[in-house]
């Protein structure tokens, strides 16, 4: 789909789409419309339930003295409340709504904003910005064409009073939108052509943006002693990998600051190992490397705007089989850091994939910040639903920035404490750790991120738990069911507000 910006006119062909606020008011354009159609958007509404509040939409087909083929009506509520992702999702609404009337162009008039609190040239761009994250599809196995399914509109025109400034916004949104869409595309390919070395080719990619790319295969790992990360691997036929994501886009003085660091977990897929996961669902452990998805459509996003930031990325990528050489409950390994752990349980393998990756890229780079993501616990799906993801951390301010970030753009997160008393279950009697809790099933998420924080030093580090976030099993306005490229949005802004300075 492409995207255009325009001065505020009516359109001669296509669809046309106007607001309305609170208790169908109606902005100048819309007022426009309905005088030349003779009153038809008026009439239209006293038969309707739409009241102007956000979400509501209202299709008028073939009005009478216009040149367009429809009028969507959209609601958008008091214009003093209108915020970034009420725009989003408005942009998202009409890519849904659209397409399923089979309209092929659409001009979005944007006027009447009246006291919003998002400047013009930026409401555009939300809202193309949005249509754009609503009209992703991941269609790589599709050989037949369904017609009833294949999205219809191809153009969207956003108008409004500075276009040239919009025009100028959407471009680093379209840069985050990409990296948005690697992560999905990454998260819904299945793991018989995504495991960790084909997914590190598609890290490769990313060079062609000026990216630096290394890779480190299982010989490089043993050298550095990643013992927590090869014992998941060790029971897959598929090599295990880590690949280190580079973007230098700091200039001046800022360009020897050390980076900000970002580490993701890369299971390809988590069958559980020996400890065997059971049977239904277990589809889904496909989307147990989204955290490195993020992690990499991440670098994408900052690279692709050219960002003003030094930043590392790490991902871990292996794959957690039974299989006659597979790791057993039981065995302890020694991981990078020199602690030794227990393996009680060989279904908590993420903990011991970001043990090594979370260790070597604090001992490596000595980062500002540091900052994993991974479908760590299916305990925060308990906690938090598909709202939140878990936030855990070592610092407050770290903290605070993060849950900010999530706010302005509508990617939640919400803290869950820590402390020496969590961190006890995970003492082993017979090695330094274990790498489950000793208090069964409670608080499974922060035991997790307790042992996470046995491998950070004494860098400022956050966890966020993902495992409710990565994938979705609905639509909404902006993220189309699978994979969600949830966390890119969130963390392109928390650097942008926090690392780029002015
Ligand atoms: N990848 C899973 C967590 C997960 C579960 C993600 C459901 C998404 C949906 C993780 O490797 C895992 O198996 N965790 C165990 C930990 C337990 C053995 C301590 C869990 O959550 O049950
Ligand atoms: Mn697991
Ligand atoms: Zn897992």
């Not at 059971?278 to 452990?285: D, R």
Request: negative net charge; proline residues 4%.
């Amino acid at each position: 789909m492409k995207f255009a910006f325009s001065e505020i006119s009516l359109p001669k062909r296509g669809s046309l789409a106007v607001p309305v606020y609170a208790d169908n008011s109606f902005s100048p354009m819309t007022k426009e419309v309905d005088d030349l159609t003779g009153g038809v958007l008026s009439r239209a509404l006293e038969t309707s339930r739409f009241k102007g509040k956000k979400g509501d939409l209202l299709e008028i087909l073939a009005p009478n003295g216009l040149d367009v083929s429809r009028v969507v009506l959209f609601g958008m509520g008091e214009s003093e409340k209108i915020g970034q992702t009420d725009l989003e999702d408005l942009g998202g609404r009409l890519v849904q709504k659209l397409n399923s009337s089979g309209a092929r162009n659409v001009t979005v008039i944007l006027d009447g904003l009246g006291e919003c609190a998002v400047k013009d040239s930026d409401a555009a761009a939300f809202v193309a910005f949005g249509a754009k994250l609503a009209a992703y599809r991941f269609t790589r196995y599709k050989t037949e064409d369904d017609p009833a399914a294949e999205p219809s509109l191809v153009r969207m025109t956003v108008a409004c009073k500075t276009s040239a400034g919009a025009r100028k916004t959407f471009i680093d949104l379209e840069a985050v939108a990409e990296g948005v869409f690697m992560t999905r595309d990454l998260v819904s390919e299945p793991a018989n052509t995504l495991h960790p070395e084909t997914f590190a080719e598609r890290c490769k990619e990313l060079t062609d943006l000026g990216v630096e790319v290394e890779i480190l295969d299982e010989d490089k790992m043993r050298r550095l002693g990643m013992g927590a990360l090869l014992g998941v691997g060790q029971g897959s036929v598929r090599e295990s990998q880590m690949v280190i994501m580079r973007w230098n886009g700091a200039s001046g003085k800022k360009s020897a600051r050390k980076p900000i660091a970002f580490v993701g977990k890369g299971v390809c897929f988590d069958t559980g190992g020996i400890s065997l996961k059971p049977g239904p669902g277990m589809e889904e452990m496909k989307w147990d490397m989204g955290g490195a998805g993020t992690v990499t459509g991440l670098m994408k996003a900052l690279a692709g705007r050219k960002a003003k930031v030094n930043v590392v990325g790490v991902i871990g990528l292996v794959e957690n089989m039974p299989d006659g050489n597979a790791q057993r409950p039981g065995d302890i390994v020694t991981a990078m850091s020199g602690t030794t752990i227990e393996i009680l349980n060989t279904d908590a393998e993420g903990r011991l994939v970001l043990a090594d990756a979370l260790y070597y890229t604090q001992d490596r780079f000595e980062p500002e910040i540091m900052i994993d993501l991974a479908t760590l616990t299916g305990a925060i799906i308990i906690s938090l639903g598909h709202e939140n993801a878990g936030l855990f951390s070592n610092d407050d301010a770290l903290a605070d920035k993060i849950y900010q970030a999530g706010t302005r753009v509508g990617e939640g997160v919400w803290r869950l404490p820590m402390s020496d008393k969590y961190a006890e279950q995970v003492k082993s009697p017979i090695a330094d750790l274990q790498n489950i809790g000793t208090g069964g099933r409670g608080a499974g998420s922060i035991v997790a991120a307790e042992f996470l924080k046995k491998f950070v030093g004494d860098t400022p580090w956050a966890h966020i738990d993902i495992a409710g976030m990565a994938w979705s099993k609905k639509d909404t306005p902006t993220v189309p069911k699978g994979g969600t490229g949830y966390g890119v949005r969130l963390l392109d802004r928390f650097v942008r507000d926090n690392y780029e300075g002015k």
